[in-house]
């Protein structure tokens, strides 16, 4: 079992930016790829960004330019520095993560953190 933590959500004003980061514990257990969801209000969950084990980043439209994915192995932690934040943005976001690969694979989810952009 990975038990996944996020933090660093709240409020903040738009243009403002924030840091969110995800730690993932629990034991035997290797991290493939490792990312970031979000659910606004009355929306379905989208994929924000995507970080492979080798560092390779992925950011479907609504992430590219704005949010930047990154990841420390030796701490099993993935960031999201998230810049010039939009009301749009608001939703509750959510780390991801895949351990293991092929049919040994499993995913795991967050809890969630909120962030809401309003001034």
């Known amino acids: 079992q990975v038990q996944l933590v996020e933090s660093g959500g709240g409020l903040v004003q738009p243009g403002g930016s924030l840091i969110l980061s995800c730690a993932a514990s629990?034991?035997?257990?290797?991290?493939?790829?490792m990312g970031w969801s979000r659910q606004a209000p009355g929306k379905e969950r989208e994929l924000v960004a995507q970080?492979?084990?080798?560092?390779?980043?992925d950011y479907p439209e609504s992430g590219t330019v704005r949010f930047t994915i990154s990841r420390d192995n030796a701490k099993n932690t993935v960031y999201l520095q998230m810049n010039s934040l939009k009301p749009e943005d608001t939703a509750v976001y959510y780390c991801?993560?895949?351990?293991?690969?092929?049919?040994?694979?499993?995913?795991?989810w967050g809890k969630g953190t909120l962030v809401t952009v309003s001034s």
């Open positions: 991801n993560v895949r351990t293991g690969w092929g049919v040994y694979a499993m995913d795991y």
């Open positions: 629990g034991s035997g257990f290797r991290l493939n790829y």
């Open positions: 970080i492979t084990s080798g560092g390779r980043t």
